[in-house]
């Protein structure tokens, strides 16, 4: 009796422990394909967002380049969405309030703000990114380079606009 006591209470944790791993598979398999899907279903949407959050905030992206990265061990990408802005602090402070909180799953990786010589307002370099599910027809994708928003100009993937 005290061995099938034993044996029923650790397969009770058994059961516990794999309806755990269920779950978990479960709403990893959700964020990939919810929150982090593909190139092809979120790009263009995520681009006019982060326009339009400049946009309400009262800036205007000048050239925005898309310098992307691939994190292999997860099967994910790493798009980056590297610009500057001009503004006040006020509509800086709300573009950045705005980014964070977006449902996008967007990440402010680097921001720099420059004080402008001709006036009140400032400028600010962002480097946002979002991450993607990698897509079988995915083409293997460029590295970001360590520079930040300066240096990420020169070596994109996907051009600017």
Same mark, same amino acid.
């Given at each position: @009796?005290?061995?099938?006591?034993?044996?029923?209470?650790?397969?009770?944790?058994?059961?516990?422990?794999?309806?755990?791993?269920?779950?978990?598979? &479960?709403?990893?398999?959700?964020?990939?394909?919810? @929150?982090? %899907?593909?190139?092809?279903?979120?790009?263009?949407?995520? &681009?006019?967002?982060?326009? $339009?959050?400049?946009?309400?905030?009262?800036?205007?992206?000048?050239?925005?380049?898309?310098? $992307?990265?691939?994190?292999?061990? #997860?099967?994910?990408?790493?798009?980056?969405?590297?610009?500057?802005? $001009?503004? &006040? #602090?006020? %509509?800086?402070?709300?573009?950045?309030?705005?980014?964070?909180?977006?449902?996008?799953?967007?990440?402010?990786?680097?921001?720099?703000?420059?004080?402008?010589?001709?006036?009140?307002?400032?400028?600010?370099?962002?480097?946002?990114? =979002?991450?993607?599910?990698?897509?079988?027809?995915?083409?293997?994708?460029?590295?970001?380079?360590? =520079?930040?928003?300066?240096?990420?100009?020169?070596?994109?993937?996907?051009?600017?606009?």
């Amino acid at each position: @009796r005290q061995t099938i006591r034993k044996l029923s209470g650790d397969r009770k944790q058994m059961e516990t422990m794999i309806a755990r791993v269920q779950t978990n598979e &479960t709403q990893v398999e959700q964020l990939y394909t919810d @929150r982090l %899907s593909t190139r092809s279903q979120r790009l263009t949407r995520i &681009t006019a967002e982060v326009k $339009e959050l400049a946009r309400q905030a009262g800036l205007v992206p000048k050239a925005i380049t898309y310098p $992307e990265e691939e994190i292999q061990e #997860y099967n994910l990408i790493r798009r980056s969405f590297v610009f500057s802005v $001009e503004g &006040t #602090y006020a %509509s800086l402070r709300k573009f950045v309030s705005l980014l964070e909180g977006s449902r996008s799953f967007l990440t402010i990786d680097e921001a720099t703000v420059a004080n402008n010589a001709e006036g009140p307002e400032l400028r600010i370099d962002l480097a946002i990114s =979002t991450l993607f599910a990698r897509d079988a027809q995915d083409e293997p994708a460029l590295p970001v380079p360590p =520079t930040g928003p300066a240096g990420a100009a020169a070596a994109t993937k996907g051009g600017a606009s």
